[in-house]
């Protein structure tokens, strides 16, 4: 991990591939069951407040 943390802090990862869903925390129910289920190709759900 602690060479993609210094790439993502000097800005040379693009953090925007790492998730295909982000989700607030209001929508979490939802949100994992789209992960769990792989609705609508989530792959990598972020939840964010």
Known sequence: MD???KHSQKG???R???????FSL???PRGYDMFRHET???VRA????
Do not use: Q
Not at 16 to 22: F, G, I, N, P, S
Not at 46 to 49: D, G, L, R, S, Y
């Open 3 to 5: 060479r993609p943390l």
């Open 12 to 14: 040379e990862l693009n």
């Open 16 to 22: 925007a591939c790492l998730a295909t869903h982000r």
């Open 26 to 28: 209001e929508d979490g």
């Open 40 to 42: 609508d190709g989530c």
């Open 46 to 49: 972020v939840f964010a407040p």
